[in-house]
């Protein structure tokens, strides 16, 4: 009889946990999207498109332009980091800026691409099948998918920790 109660201690203890890193996830989600939100709507991408080729044509250095969260993309495709990290890195200390406005309103990996067009002679990472797979799953995330995916590692985590005991 204890053992019971034991067993169903365990499973509303598992319960709670899920429950409680589902709130994390949403609160997350939402506090990213607060901070998009915010940002302007209009043409920031096209105008800083346009920045960048005509300092490149008048032969002026782009370094007085910024490119951190373009870096900082980069950085996380070579490291394999995770892109839900690069959405709040880039949510709180660049939420103005125009390739963080155009990485949301993108949907899919292809229409991001074709934005970024322009700059493929200067970022090939984005273009090679390792940045192309990041991408999809920052867009994943950006919608929400992973949350299911989080949950079943998490159960199957907890099944086979349960094994153990």
Known sequence: ?????????????????????????????????????KWENGSGWDDFIR?????ADNGKEAAE????????????????GDPLVYLKAVSVSHPGHPFCQMVIECETVPVFLTRL????????LFFQDNGKKWLSELFDVSKGFVREKYE?????????AGACA
């Open 1 to 37: 009889m204890k053992f019971d109660n034991i067993e169903l201690l365990r499973e509303d203890i598992h319960r709670k946990d899920l429950q409680l890193i589902q709130k994390i996830r949403k609160r997350d989600m939402l506090l990213i999207e607060e901070r998009f939100k």
């Open 51 to 55: 920045m960048v080729e005509s300092d």
């Open 65 to 80: 332009m910024d490119f951190t969260p373009i870096k900082m993309m980069c950085k996380f495709i070579e490291n394999s």
């Open 117 to 124: 067009k322009p700059l493929e002679a200067n970022l090939p």
């Open 152 to 160: 079943s590692e998490t159960q199957s985590a907890l099944h086979i």
